[in-house]
C-alpha cells in the first residue's frame, strides 16, 4: 500500500520522489504514524502530504483489502515475473474478470493534486 500510495504522489505532481511509512500497532486498526519523505522534491510540505494521505486513503487493513481488491484470486499472473512494476489490466478466473496489478494503478493522482490544491 506504502508504494501504491508514493505511486499517485508522484502522479499527482506533488513530488519527483516519494517514500511512504506506514507503522502499525496490534490490535489498532489505523497506522499509528503515516510518515511521507520526498527527499527534498516535494512541491508542497510532507506533512500535508501524509494528511492529506489520511484523509483519502482507509489505511485500516480492511480498507486496503478492498481498494486493493486482494481478495481477488489473480494468482497466475500475479506469479509470474513478479508483482512489481507491472501494468494494470485484467484476468479471466473461472468466467469472471477480475482487475490484476490494482497496487500499480495511479487512480488516485486526481484525489491527491485537487486536495493539494496544486
Given at each position: 500500500?506504502a508504494?501504491y500510495?508514493?505511486?499517485?504522489?508522484?502522479?499527482a505532481?506533488?513530488?519527483?520522489?516519494?517514500?511512504?511509512?506506514?507503522?502499525?500497532?496490534?490490535?489498532?486498526?489505523e497506522?499509528?504514524?503515516?510518515?511521507?519523505?520526498t527527499?527534498?522534491?516535494?512541491?508542497?510540505?510532507?506533512?500535508?502530504?501524509?494528511?492529506?494521505?489520511?484523509?483519502?486513503?482507509?489505511?485500516?487493513?480492511?480498507?486496503?483489502?478492498?481498494?486493493?481488491?486482494?481478495?481477488?484470486p489473480?494468482?497466475?499472473?500475479?506469479?509470474?515475473?513478479?508483482?512489481?512494476?507491472?501494468?494494470?489490466?485484467?484476468?479471466?478466473?473461472?468466467?469472471?474478470?477480475?482487475?490484476?496489478?490494482?497496487?500499480?494503478?495511479?487512480d488516485?493522482?486526481?484525489?491527491?493534486?485537487?486536495?493539494?490544491?496544486?
Amino acid at each position: 500500500m506504502a508504494r501504491y500510495i508514493a505511486k499517485n504522489i508522484v502522479a499527482a505532481g506533488l513530488a519527483d520522489e516519494c517514500e511512504v511509512q506506514l507503522a502499525y500497532a496490534i490490535g489498532i486498526a489505523e497506522p499509528v504514524s503515516v510518515f511521507v519523505d520526498t527527499f527534498g522534491s516535494g512541491k508542497i510540505d510532507e506533512k500535508k502530504i501524509s494528511d492529506i494521505v489520511v484523509k483519502h486513503v482507509d489505511l485500516k487493513p480492511r480498507g486496503i483489502i478492498n481498494h486493493l481488491q486482494l481478495l481477488n484470486p489473480i494468482f497466475r499472473p500475479t506469479s509470474s515475473h513478479g508483482h512489481f512494476g507491472r501494468k494494470p489490466g485484467k484476468v479471466k478466473v473461472d468466467g469472471k474478470v477480475y482487475d490484476t496489478f490494482t497496487w500499480e494503478k495511479t487512480d488516485l493522482a486526481a484525489t491527491f493534486r485537487k486536495a493539494a490544491g496544486v
